[in-house]
């Protein structure tokens, strides 16, 4: 107790005992699943958690403009290997950091979902008490402007919001309440 460890295993069956942890994270992990391995994912979780404990759950958003174009890349770039799309970036000088960035993002297996899809989700597996949280991330201040209709710092609203962002990242804390 009072260290952190790090497995590698299998998300769909830990290993964990039942009831182990007060709070669980998931950042940014479940919209690399299958549509039909979510449930299971949160149910694993749900398992793991004891009563009253809370979750941290990230998943990418739905509707964005965006996601149809990175969709559309992965099934692109399916047949070209990884090792040539990073000479490619590495001629265009891009970072490391970035490469890597850019070959995940067209690679690897995305999810798209939508808020209230979260919620009945996790709120089937017996969550509640949701916040939506707000992070560091650049879309979480479209969010802002297409939710509430304002821009702080520019006092103006995006018309296009929805179409360039989406449902934005869905960031949620929930408390598992049975």
């Not at 182990?20 to 690399?32: A, I, L, Q, R």
């Not at 970072?95 to 989700?121: G, L, P, Q, W």
Request: aromatic fraction near 12%; proline fraction near 1%.
């Amino acid at each position: 107790r009072g260290r952190a460890e790090f497995r590698v295993g299998n998300l769909l069956d830990t290993g964990y005992d039942s009831d182990s942890f007060d709070f669980c994270v998931s950042n940014g992990v479940f919209h690399h699943l299958n549509r039909d391995d979510l449930p299971l994912a949160v149910a694993e979780v749900t398992r793991v958690l004891r009563n009253g404990g809370w979750f941290w759950y990230y998943i990418d958003g739905s509707g964005a403009i965006s996601n149809d174009l990175w969709n559309t890349t992965v099934k692109i770039l399916a047949d070209v290997d990884v090792r040539t799309i990073e000479s490619v970036l590495h001629i265009m000088n891009v970072s490391r950091n970035k490469m890597i960035h850019i070959v995940d993002s067209t690679s690897a297996t995305y999810y798209h979902s939508d808020y209230d899809e979260v919620i009945a989700e996790l709120t089937q597996a017996g969550f509640g008490e949701f916040r939506r949280m707000k992070g560091g991330d650049v879309l979480d201040y479209a969010y802002d402007q297409m939710i509430f209709g304002t821009d702080d710092a520019h006092n103006d609203t995006d018309a296009y919001a929805l179409e360039k962002f989406g449902t934005g990242p869905i960031r949620i804390v929930c408390k598992l309440l049975s």
